[in-house]
């Protein structure tokens, strides 16, 4: 009787959680690195990107192109899955979101980048209306990830020491805080890694060293990314 009982709350608490991803390399990420972490928190994760058209033989996915497709796809996903046990969510880039993204023109004046995401994802949070969903916007794209630890990129691209040494003091000049780099539209981070490093492949590369440190090590490197897990490890 007990072992029963222990097995129905196991399955009980268990969670699942779909998350609409931007592109390729947030989609990996989430198979090769998020799966196994949530999966220690009894949450069952699966991504698929954005949908952004169809015809009679394939379905077209990846590129956050405007709000209104990642909108409808997310909505068809809730209706899709109505079940109490499943949760969603969003890995979107700050860095070149849709004009008609909620918020978009109220986010202009806003300086501070943490205070910024905060207001578009609580506007997200309202357009979609939903209690299982929980926004999350990257800030500023995937590649703070990466930025996270620049040595970690001489494990995928070799001899590369001075590019390495360039990307850290950029790093150093936004405090230590990869989520803050992003001064104007030509110097985000992947602009900038692909700048040093024009061989640079953010679909193949980018999720392999983003992953070389722990998840523990990126969420303290990447507050907001951290807030991020911390919730969904919390389900």
């Known amino acids: 009787m007990g072992e029963k009982y222990f097995r129905r709350e196991a399955l009980s608490s ?46 077209y996915r990846g590129g956050l192109i405007n709000y209104s497709k990642a ?3 997310i909505k068809n ?31 202009k004046n806003i300086k501070d980048c943490y205070a910024k995401v905060e207001m578009l994802e609580k506007r997200l949070k309202e357009d979609i209306s939903d209690d299982r969903f929980i926004p999350y916007i990257q800030l500023h794209e995937f590649e703070s990830l990466v930025f996270a630890n ?27 805080n990869p989520e803050k780099i992003n001064d104007s539209e030509q110097k985000a981070p992947s602009k900038r890694i692909l700048h040093f490093i024009p061989e640079y492949d953010k679909v193949t590369g980018g999720p392999i060293i983003a992953a070389i440190n722990n998840i523990d090590f990126l969420k303290r490197k990447c507050p907001h990314f951290g807030e991020w897990l911390h919730r969904l490890e919390n389900l």
Do not use: C
Not at 87 to 98: I, K
């Open 14 to 59: 268990f969670i699942r959680l779909h998350i609409t991803a931007e592109g390729q390399t947030e989609e990996r990420f989430v198979k090769d690195v998020l799966v196994h972490h949530l999966g220690n928190y009894n949450t069952s994760t699966d991504v698929r990107r954005v949908k952004t058209s169809k015809d009679k033989y394939k379905t």
């Open 71 to 73: 909108k409808f796809d």
């Open 77 to 107: 996903w809730l209706v899709e899955d109505t079940a109490h046990d499943v949760r969603f969510s969003t890995m979107f880039d700050l860095y070149a979101l849709p004009r008609d993204f909620p918020g978009y023109e109220e986010a």
């Open 150 to 176: 620049p040595d970690n990129i001489k494990e995928v691209y070799f001899n590369r020491e001075g590019a390495i040494q360039t990307l850290k003091q950029i790093l150093e000049h936004f405090g230590n």
